[in-house]
T-cell receptor
Framework: LAKTTQPISMDSYEGQEVNITCSHNNIATNDYITWYQQFPSQGPRFIIQGYKTKVTNEVASLFIPADRKSSTLSLPRVSLSDTAVYYCLVGDTAGTALIFGKGTTLSVSS | KAGVTQTPRYLIKTRGQQVTLSCSPISGHRSVSWYQQTPGQGLQFLFEYFSETQRNKGNFPGRFSGRQFSNSRSEMNVSTLELGDSALYLC????????????FGPGTRLLVL
């Protein structure tokens, strides 16, 4: 599974757009890019998954350039409740071990 | 659809005891994976079951074992508990096919005294 690198922490204010970039230089052809959000003492919550270009759902967008060596999770207009740890994972998620890094701790202030 | 459920949510045991945790996957999901999360090591993969067979295994000692039933429900057992086994144990379910997402349950918080 490809290793990922993402910032340890980020700070933002309510109402701002937050972009978290993840590097995955060794991504394989069959790998998907998946982002999870985790609050303290809870299980990770699936946010978004993509393979290439752009994916958007009701909570976030995922931008993947053509070479797929990085990806950016975009959270529009964050609120205090978006304060959490965000994990970027790369791999063929079905049935394989998800390798979680340290994640990015996002702190949103008023 | 109901999400992944785990029981019990909290558990206190003493060293040397054994414990069994249960996970019910999302209806229709055939794959169940187990993870351990600690402040020091983060989220680590234990093993994955698909159609009652262990398909993938992480780097944990043999004290950690699991099984899956025909209804896809899974149990994880830890024998001879150690203090270091105190952690949040998470299970995740998916359809088990390429590209399908894993969905996590709320976890079982185990404290070993």
């Amino acid at each position: 599974l490809a290793k990922t690198t993402q910032p340890i922490s980020m700070d933002s204010y309510e109402g701002q757009e937050v972009n978290i970039t993840c590097s995955h230089n060794n991504i394989a052809t069959n790998d998907y890019i998946t982002w999870y959000q985790q609050f303290p003492s809870q299980g990770p919550r699936f946010i978004i998954q993509g393979y290439k270009t752009k994916v958007t759902n009701e909570v976030a967008s995922l931008f993947i350039p053509a070479d797929r060596k990085s990806s950016t999770l975009s959270l529009p207009r964050v609120s205090l409740s978006d304060t959490a740890v965000y994990y970027c994972l790369v791999g063929d998620t079905a049935g394989t071990a998800l390798i979680f890094g340290k994640g990015t701790t996002l702190s949103v202030s008023s | 659809k109901a999400g992944v459920t785990q029981t019990p949510r909290y558990l206190i045991k003493t060293r040397g005891q054994q414990v069994t945790l249960s996970c019910s996957p999302i209806s229709g999901h055939r794959s169940v994976s187990w993870y351990q999360q600690t402040p020091g090591q983060g989220l680590q993969f234990l093993f994955e079951y698909f159609s009652e067979t262990q398909r993938n295994k992480g780097n944990f000692p043999g004290r950690f074992s699991g099984r899956q039933f025909s209804n896809s429900r899974s149990e994880m057992n830890v024998s001879t508990l150690e203090l270091g086994d105190s952690a949040l144990y998470l299970c995740a379910s998916s359809g088990g096919l390429a590209g399908e997402t894993q969905y996590f349950g709320p976890g079982t918080r185990l404290l070993v005294l």
